[in-house]
């Protein structure tokens, strides 16, 4: 990967700026007043079930060497459905190849933004995620299955299961795609 090294600093600079937002709780994106209180909503009222359906997301992430072979990956970024907006972040390690493509590990975490219930996290693990090369040295296709092994808050006992499919850039490094899953909390 070529960048400029204005290009590298500016992005090391967001990448620390939205991790310390990512972990003091503050977030990346503000969702419309009310928004995350759903969740809440849902568990006062015996509602156990939150259909996360084709969350629209971008992504920025680092590597650690090539991503096409990356030994260690971070990612943080921005999910959307409708009116609710949840800041994503995760860490991966690279656990070997299946053909052409990167098998890796990722730990991620979706956290509601803005509104009361600011903080409630939903996380996950993936089962099955392949980074795949394409015709474009430039684009590769990352598709995986996950676990959602618990959360915070009005997530706090979540369990369920999804996936989700990105198309990534090498540079400059971003992507975006789409989460789908079914949670229980």
């Not at 994106?29 to 971008?58: C, E, F, I, K």
């Not at 509104?115 to 996950?124: E, H, L, S, T, W």
């Not at 990352?142 to 009005?154: L, N, P, Q, V």
């Amino acid at each position: 990967m070529k960048n400029s090294s204005l290009g590298t600093r500016a992005t090391l600079v967001l990448a620390l700026i939205t991790a310390g937002a990512l972990v003091a709780g503050v977030g990346v994106a503000a969702m419309p007043a009310g928004a995350s209180s759903r969740a809440a909503a849902h568990a006062r009222h015996g509602a156990t079930q939150l259909d996360l359906t084709d969350l629209t997301m971008n992504t920025w992430y680092t590597c650690v060497g090539p991503c096409a072979s990356a030994t260690y990956f971070s990612a943080y970024g921005v999910a959307r459905s409708g009116d609710t907006t949840f800041g994503w972040s995760g860490t991966g390690t690279g656990t070997g190849e299946q053909g052409n493509c990167q098998v890796s590990t990722i730990n991620e975490a979706l956290t509601a933004q803005g509104g009361p219930d600011n903080g409630d996290a939903i996380y996950f693990s993936t089962k099955d995620d392949l980074y795949c090369p394409t015709s474009n040295p430039n684009v590769s296709k990352e598709t995986a299955t996950f676990t959602i092994s618990g959360g915070t808050g009005a997530f706090k006992s979540a369990s369920g299961e999804g996936s989700s499919t990105f198309t990534v850039l090498t540079s400059p490094q971003i992507g975006w795609g789409t989460l789908t899953a079914s949670v229980s909390y």
